[in-house]
């Protein structure tokens, strides 16, 4: 060992962490993520299947990689109740719906065999900064889609790779440069959540039984739909912001050079159409981050990886992991007049 080698042997035991450099998302990163969970194995992800649990699985286990700490109710799994009813008509090919309960003591009324297994799948990277630390910076995507269905062209597995097996990519890369770089100043909590196409259950019941009170949570950042460049955004690498006007969060982004825009399609209502409706409807300042062009495989069995670009996606990835690093450093964005959306009203 020549001494060279060996001060840089010891500066590497003395010091990992500084010596650690936060390595951007490559195209290899987001293939070697988004397959697994767009596999066929994966059945589609339907909320409460055993392909969606399968899929939590695989997340948790990539959580784990990172050395993000468990947050979840069971390591990194935030059980969710989640029973099946039979539907009355066989609809596109199901023979059955899943329902959200109120309590799991509910779930237990239920016969065994309609009772689903179901989990919101929850990491967390704590803040350096003695103060900051306790406030809530919240990266989410949604893991599960609509499972199997009715065939088209022979192929019944909706594979659901850009929605959102794409944001959750975005999600593990994002908490996995974080966690190879500079700690951030705040916490920030990584959530991939279920039941979002089926009525936003994991969310709800996130909102619900928040581990980490609610009134601490400054931002978030959803992340969905970003397989594929979208025109309106200026194409690859480019991405935009729903409910952009409606804050001051993407004027911050875009101020640090990263290249976010407004949703150019408002009247699709994007903002009110993902899991980040059910944060700002309790004021906190929440947008999605999506590059979906509007494609025509969209719920279809055709969402799957042959749709996916990848080096599109590493771009895109990258800017978000900075976007988080401004969210989770800088100031806290604020709502602008008027743009906080209404608080939900009270449920039965
Ligand atoms: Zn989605």
């Given at each position: 060992?020549?001494?060279?080698?060996?001060?840089?042997?010891?500066?590497?035991?003395?010091?990992?962490?500084?010596?650690?450099?936060?390595?951007?998302?490559?195209?290899?990163?987001?293939?070697?993520?988004?397959?697994?969970?767009?596999?066929?194995?994966?059945?589609?992800?339907?909320?409460?299947?055993?392909?969606?649990a399968m899929a939590?699985?695989?997340?948790?286990?990539?959580?784990?990689?990172?050395?993000?700490?468990?947050?979840?109710?069971?390591?990194?799994?935030?059980?969710?109740p989640v029973a099946a009813v039979p539907l009355a008509q066989t609809r596109r090919g199901?023979?059955?719906?899943?329902?959200?309960?109120?309590?799991?003591?509910?779930r237990d009324t239920f016969p065994v065999e309609r009772r689903r297994p179901s989990v919101n799948v929850l990491g967390v990277l704590e803040g350096s900064d003695p103060v900051l630390k306790d406030e809530i910076v919240l990266i989410d995507a949604h893991f599960d889609h609509v499972g199997v269905g009715q065939a088209v062209n022979g192929d019944s597995i909706y594979n659901g790779a850009d929605d959102d097996a794409s944001g959750v990519v975005a999600v593990l890369e994002i908490a996995r440069q974080l966690a190879t770089g500079p700690r951030p100043k705040?916490?920030?909590?990584?959530?991939?959540?279920?039941?979002?196409?089926?009525?936003m259950f994991g969310t709800r019941w996130f909102i619900d039984h928040p581990p980490i009170p609610l009134a601490?949570?400054?931002?978030?950042?959803?992340?969905?739909?970003?397989?594929?460049p979208d025109s309106l955004?200026?194409?690859?690498?480019?991405?935009?912001?729903?409910?952009?006007?409606?804050?001051?969060?993407?004027?911050?982004?875009?101020?640090?050079?990263?290249?976010?825009?407004?949703d150019q399609r408002?009247?699709?209502?994007?903002?009110?159409r993902s899991d980040n409706i059910v944060f700002a409807r309790r004021g906190i300042v929440a947008h999605t981050l999506s590059t979906y062009n509007l494609h025509t495989d969209y719920h279809q069995p055709t969402d799957d990886v042959?749709?996916?670009?990848?080096?599109?996606?590493?771009?895109?990835?990258?800017?978000?992991?900075?976007?988080?690093?401004?969210?989770?450093?800088?100031?806290?964005?604020?709502?602008?007049?008027?743009?906080?959306?209404a608080a939900p009203a009270p449920r039965p």
């Open positions: 060992m020549t001494l060279a080698l060996r001060r840089a042997f010891a500066l590497a035991l003395l010091a990992p962490a500084a010596l650690a450099a936060q390595r951007p998302t490559t195209a290899a990163d987001v293939r070697r993520i988004l397959f697994p969970l767009a596999e066929d194995s994966m059945a589609g992800r339907m909320t409460g299947s055993p392909g969606e939590a699985r695989f997340i948790a286990a990539e959580m784990q990689r990172i050395g993000l700490t468990p947050l979840g109710d069971s390591g990194y799994f935030q059980k969710v199901r023979t059955e719906r899943v329902v959200l309960l109120k309590s799991f003591a509910e705040r916490t920030v909590l990584f959530v991939t959540t279920t039941g979002e196409e089926v009525g601490r949570f400054v931002a978030n950042m959803e992340i969905e739909m970003i397989g594929r955004a200026g194409g690859p690498g480019k991405a935009w912001l729903t409910g952009f006007e409606r804050s001051n969060m993407g004027e911050q982004l875009a101020a640090a050079g990263i290249p976010i825009v407004a408002p009247d699709q209502h994007f903002f009110e042959r749709g996916a670009d990848f080096e599109h996606m590493a771009a895109v990835i990258n800017a978000a992991a900075r976007a988080t690093r401004v969210l989770a450093d800088g100031p806290k964005p604020e709502w602008k007049p008027g743009g906080q959306p």
